[in-house]
């Protein structure tokens, strides 16, 4: 079964980077600069950071529907990037670490999880798929337990 994944668009984000450090204290954000090659994945371009590089530190609601299972969590984004869709293979941030994968239906109801390296993602995404009632899924990094993409059937 063919699937994409999707990043966020950076449009909702960008007003963000042009705040002084209070003003996004006041919005609960912080400017970060990442100081390492991995552990500052972005969620618009679905790749790490590379160390220098400057991102913001966000809350971000992914799961907006009126249910038990509505959800927020943070996350990293950078400035100048565009979003990504990628068709049958893991982006490098989501392939580099352990997912959990949430599966919802049209409710936003969740019906199943569970856990995968990224690198071998594929079998469980085609599994959870193989449920009709399945609408899409979630993609999380399973240590940190933060959102990391949106995944449909392709």
């Known amino acids: 079964m063919s699937y994409a994944v999707t990043s966020l668009s950076p449009a909702p984000f960008a007003p963000l ?3 002084d450090d209070e003003a996004l204290a006041a919005r609960g954000a912080r400017r970060v600069i ?3 090659p991995l552990g500052f994945p972005c969620r618009v371009s679905l790749d790490d950071a590379r160390p220098g590089e400057t991102l913001i530190l966000v809350n971000y609601e992914h799961q907006p529907a009126p249910t038990p299972f509505r959800a927020s969590h943070a996350i990293f984004v950078r400035e100048g990037v565009e979003a990504v869709s990628t ?3 893991m982006p490098p941030a989501l ?4 997912l959990s994968l949430r599966a919802f239906d049209i409710h936003g109801m969740m019906r199943a999880a569970d856990v995968t390296e990224g690198a071998a993602a594929d079998a469980l995404i085609e599994t959870l798929f193989e449920d009709p009632e399945i609408a899409y899924l979630h993609a999380h990094y399973a240590k940190w337990g933060c959102y990391a993409a949106r995944i ?3």
Request: net charge neutral.
């Open 95 to 98: 392939r580099r670490r352990l």
């Open 17 to 19: 980077f042009q705040l």
């Open 87 to 89: 068709v049958d293979e």
């Open 152 to 154: 449909d059937r392709a």
């Open 34 to 36: 990442a100081d390492a």
